[in-house]
């Protein structure tokens, strides 16, 4: 298994909750909507914190590349910090239109985060960190619930 496998994996469990949060507000069904907004919002906090505070780090440390590709994601991370957080207004507020938009938005920067982490971030990941013991610390870090 490639160190950021269980990246990937995680990738896919969060778009499954997503998908399943935006059809339920999309639905007027605020309660279904509200447990799995409330999942996707701790699963991609899991999932960011994840890379910021293991993935990145050991790259970083292995290559020497602080301000490349790992800053540009860090940056994504705090718009779609951002996004969630209009996102819970919206779903206190019982604001479809908001939502919607919002996650419309989210779902876009999130679709094009991932192919840069899967295409390009997450190989030179596994081509710099080799057989390091973060793939395991990822998967302890990423099971999910």
Same mark, same amino acid.
């Given at each position: 298994? %490639?160190?950021? &496998? @269980?990246?990937?994996?995680? =990738?896919? =469990? +969060? ?6 949060? #935006? #059809?339920? +507000? ?23 914190? %994840? ?5 990145? @780090? ?7 590349? &602080? %301000? *490349?590709? &790992? ?5 994504? =991370?705090? /718009? ?10 919206? $779903? ?8 919607? *938009?919002?996650?419309? &938005?989210? $779902?876009?920067?999130?679709? /094009?985060?991932?192919?840069? #982490? ?6 030179? +990941? ?5 057989? %390091? ?13």
């Amino acid at each position: 298994m %490639s160190i950021t &496998t @269980p990246m990937f994996q995680h =990738h896919k =469990h +969060c778009d499954e909750i997503f998908a399943s949060a #935006e #059809e339920a +507000c999309a639905n007027g069904d605020w309660v279904v909507g509200e447990k799995a907004f409330v999942l996707l919002v701790d699963q991609l906090e899991t999932h960011f914190r %994840s890379e910021e505070e293991l993935l990145f @780090p050991a790259f970083e440390n292995a290559t020497g590349m &602080t %301000s *490349g590709p &790992t800053e540009v994601m860090r940056g994504e =991370h705090r /718009q779609m910090r951002d996004l969630l957080q209009q996102m819970q207004g919206a $779903l206190a507020a019982r604001d479809a239109d908001v939502f919607g *938009g919002a996650a419309d &938005t989210l $779902l876009i920067l999130m679709q /094009q985060h991932n192919m840069k #982490e899967e295409n390009i971030l997450y190989p030179m +990941c596994d081509n710099a960190l080799g057989s %390091s013991d973060v793939g395991a610390a990822l998967v302890d870090r990423l099971k999910a619930p």
